[in-house]
C-alpha cells in the first residue's frame, strides 16, 4: 500500500532522514520507534506530504506521491493525526470534527459522517458545541483522533498519539487503536512507548539518526525489546539490558549478534 | 422656557451627530473589517489596503469622467479595481514572502503603497477629482432629525455585508478554513487545507468589502484625491485598533465610535480637531485598554485555548 524508498529529509543543514525505506500492506498496523530526533516525525510529514523530502520516493496505492501537497495526500487517503494533536482550540469540537472532513469532495456540514464516527467517541458527543480548548488531553486526543477519522483515511498516519497523557488516557488511546485495527484501517504509527506500541503492531521499524536500524515483525522486535533500548541511547549498558534470567542464551546470542551488525549499519550512516 | 429651548435645540445637535457618525462610522467599520480579516489570517498588516481601495477608486473615477460611465458602473469599476489591485498585492508582498517574515511583508506593503500612489496619479494628475454621486440623493426627515440618503444606504449596505461576512464565516466551508488558518496555518495544513489558497481568497473578500467602503465614501463626499490611501489606511487601522485586532464586531463597534468622536468634534471643536481626536482617542484607548474594546477579551480566550490545546 505504502513504499518508502531511501527517503531524505533535510531542515536546511540539519538532515532529519538519511535514507529511510519501508513499506505498509494494506490492513497492516506498522510501528516506528526510535529515539526522540531520529528521524521517526519527519518520515511521517513527508509520507503526509507536510514537508518536502529532498530526495527518495513515496509510493501510495502503486501511485507516485512523492513531494505532493498535504491536500493531494488527504485527497488520496492518506491522513496525519499529528503529534501534539493540533487541535483548533478557539473552533467548536463539531467544527473540529468538520475540518477533519474538509478535503472530502462530498464535504458539507454534513451530519451523518459525524454521527458514524461519533459512535466511536461518545465522550466527544455530549460536547460538541464546546469550544475544543475546553476539553482535557485525553479528550483532545480523541477528537484528534476522531477528526482524522472523518477524512476517510485509507491510511492512518498517527504520530506520538499518547504524548503527554496519562497512563489511563494513553490506555484508552490504545484500546481505540485497536478498535481501528478491528474495522480494517492501515495504520503507521510513531510512538515512544515502546512496549504498548508493539503488543499492538504486526510490524516495526526502530530508527536512529535517520536511518532504519531494525526492522522486523512487532513480536520479534519485542523480544528485542533490549536492543530497542540500545538505540535509545543506553547503547553503553547493552550487557546489563538483557539480564541472564530474562532471555535464553540462543536469544542472547542472536540479540548481540544483531546488535553488533545494527550498531555497524548505524555508524556507517553516521559517518556518510 | 427659554433655556429648556435651548436645551432641547443642544439635544437634537447632540443625538443628530450621532447619527451621523453612526452612519459615516459604519463605513470606517467595513474598512477595519478589511484589515482585521488579513491581520487574523496571516498575522500580517496590508499597508497597501488603503492606496489599493483609492487606485481602484482612481479607475472608477477615470471611466466616469472619460467614458461617463453610469454610476452602478463606477461602483463595480471601483470594486473590481481594487480586487485587481488587492491581488497583486497579494502575490507580490505576501505570497510571495514566507508566511514567518512579517516584517518584510509589512515592509513591502508599504513600498507597493508608493507605487499605487504613482499609478494613480500618472492616471489622473491632479489634485482633486469629483466623483460620481450616489444612484440616491435626498434625504430623510425623522422628527426634527434628518438623515441623507447616502448615508442610509451606506448603513444598509455596511448591516446586510456585515450579515453576509458572519454567514460566510460561520455557514460555509470556506468561512471554517478560513477560521483554521486564522487560529493556525500549520495545523490547517493537517486538515488538507492549503493556507495560500485560503489566503489569497481572503484578500479577494477584503478588496470587496475595501471597494464597497470605498464608493460608499467617496459616493458621499463626491470627491477624489490620491491621499484618499492614506485616509482610508488611518480610518481603518484606528477603527480596527480601537475595536480589537482580529475581532469583526470589534471593528464594527471601532468604526462606529471613531465616527461619532470624529462629528461630535467636529461640531463642537471644529473641523480643524476631527482627525486629532481620532489619534486622542486611538491613543487613550491603548493606554487603558491596550487589546482594543473587544480584543482583550478574545486575546485572552485564544491564549488560554492556545495553551490548553
Redesign the interface.
Known amino acids: 500500500m505504502l513504499e518508502v524508498h531511501d527517503l531524505h529529509v533535510r531542515y536546511g543543514e540539519i538532515a532529519a532522514t538519511n535514507g529511510i525505506s519501508l513499506n505498509v500492506s494494506n490492513g497492516e498496523i506498522v510501528a516506528v520507534t526510535g529515539a526522540n530526533g531520529a528521524g521517526k516525525s519527519s518520515t511521517l510529514n513527508a509520507v503526509a506530504g507536510i514537508v518536502l523530502p529532498t530526495s527518495g520516493s513515496i509510493r501510495f496505492d502503486g501511485q507516485e506521491m512523492t513531494a505532493r501537497p498535504s491536500h493531494e495526500c488527504i485527497r488520496r487517503g492518506i491522513v496525519q493525526v499529528p503529534e501534539g494533536r493540533k487541535i483548533f482550540g478557539t473552533l467548536t469540537v463539531l467544527e473540529n470534527l468538520q475540518l477533519g472532513a474538509y478535503r472530502l469532495s462530498s464535504f458539507q456540514i454534513d451530519s451523518a459522517g459525524i454521527d458514524e464516527v461519533l459512535e466511536q467517541f461518545p465522550i466527544l458527543a455530549d460536547r460538541l458545541h464546546e469550544p475544543a480548548s475546553c476539553l482535557s488531553g485525553g479528550q483532545a486526543q480523541m477528537l484528534a483522533l476522531a477528526r482524522g477519522l472523518m477524512a476517510q483515511p485509507k491510511l492512518l498516519l498517527l504520530d506520538e498519539p499518547t504524548l503527554g497523557l496519562s497512563p489511563i488516557a494513553a490506555d484508552d488511546v490504545f484500546d481505540l487503536i485497536r478498535g481501528l485495527r478491528e474495522i480494517g484501517l492501515t495504520i503507521l504509527i510513531v510512538e515512544q512507548n515502546v512496549h504498548q506500541t508493539l503488543a499492538l503492531a504486526d510490524r516495526a521499524y526502530v530508527i536512529e539518526g535517520g536511518c532504519v536500524v531494525l526492522e522486523g515483525d512487532a513480536c520479534d522486535v519485542a523480544g528485542a525489546s533490549g536492543l530497542t533500548s540500545a538505540y535509545l541511547g543506553m547503547a553503553d549498558q547493552s550487557e546489563r539490558i538483557w539480564p541472564s534470567g530474562r532471555s535464553s542464551p540462543e536469544e542472547q546470542e542472536i540479540i548481540k549478534t544483531r546488535t553488533a551488525e545494527n550498531r555497524d549499519i548505524f555508524q556507517n550512516g553516521n559517518r556518510r | 422656557m427659554a433655556i429648556e429651548r435651548e436645551l432641547f435645540a443642544k439635544m437634537v445637535d447632540f443625538v443628530q451627530n450621532c447619527i451621523d457618525g453612526i452612519m459615516i462610522g459604519a463605513a470606517y467599520g467595513l474598512l477595519a473589517i478589511g484589515f482585521t480579516i488579513i491581520f487574523g489570517v496571516m498575522r500580517r498588516l496590508n499597508l497597501s489596503f488603503g492606496p489599493s481601495i483609492m487606485l481602484g477608486a482612481f479607475f472608477g473615477t477615470w471611466a466616469f469622467l472619460t467614458l461617463n460611465a453610469a454610476p452602478w458602473m463606477v461602483l463595480a469599476i471601483t470594486i473590481a479595481g481594487t480586487v485587481i489591485t488587492g491581488i497583486y498585492v497579494e502575490r507580490l508582498c505576501f505570497w510571495a514572502i514566507r508566511r514567518d517574515a512579517t516584517i518584510a511583508s509589512m515592509v513591502s506593503s508599504f513600498a507597493i503603497w508608493m507605487q499605487l500612489d504613482e499609478v494613480a496619479i500618472l492616471m489622473l494628475p491632479g489634485r482633486t477629482y469629483p466623483f460620481p454621486e450616489m444612484f440616491v440623493s435626498g434625504g430623510l426627515n425623522f422628527g426634527p432629525f434628518f438623515v441623507r440618503a447616502e448615508h442610509l444606504v451606506t448603513l444598509l449596505v455596511t448591516i446586510l455585508m456585515v450579515v453576509g461576512i458572519r454567514l460566510l464565516l460561520y455557514r460555509t466551508?470556506f468561512g471554517?478554513?478560513l477560521?483554521?488558518v486564522s487560529?493556525?496555518s500549520?495545523?490547517?495544513?493537517?486538515?488538507?487545507?492549503?493556507p495560500s489558497r485560503i489566503t489569497f481568497l481572503a484578500f479577494i473578500l477584503v478588496s470587496l468589502i475595501g471597494g464597497v467602503a470605498g464608493y460608499l465614501l467617496l459616493a458621499t463626499d463626491q470627491q477624489v484625491t490620491p491621499y484618499f490611501g492614506l485616509w482610508v489606511t488611518f480610518k481603518g487601522l484606528i477603527a480596527m485598533m480601537l475595536g480589537g485586532m482580529g475581532s469583526i464586531p470589534g471593528a464594527i463597534i471601532g468604526g462606529l465610535v471613531l465616527g461619532i468622536i470624529e462629528t461630535q468634534t467636529q461640531w463642537y471643536l471644529g473641523n480643524a480637531f476631527k482627525d486629532m481626536s481620532a489619534y486622542v482617542v486611538l491613543f487613550l484607548a491603548l493606554v487603558l485598554r491596550p487589546g482594543g474594546l473587544l480584543g482583550q477579551g478574545i486575546a485572552e480566550?485564544?491564549d488560554?485555548?492556545?495553551r490548553?490545546?
Open positions: 466551508t471554517l478554513a477560521r483554521a487560529e493556525s500549520d495545523a490547517a495544513k493537517y486538515m488538507g487545507i492549503n480566550r485564544q488560554l485555548a492556545f490548553r490545546v
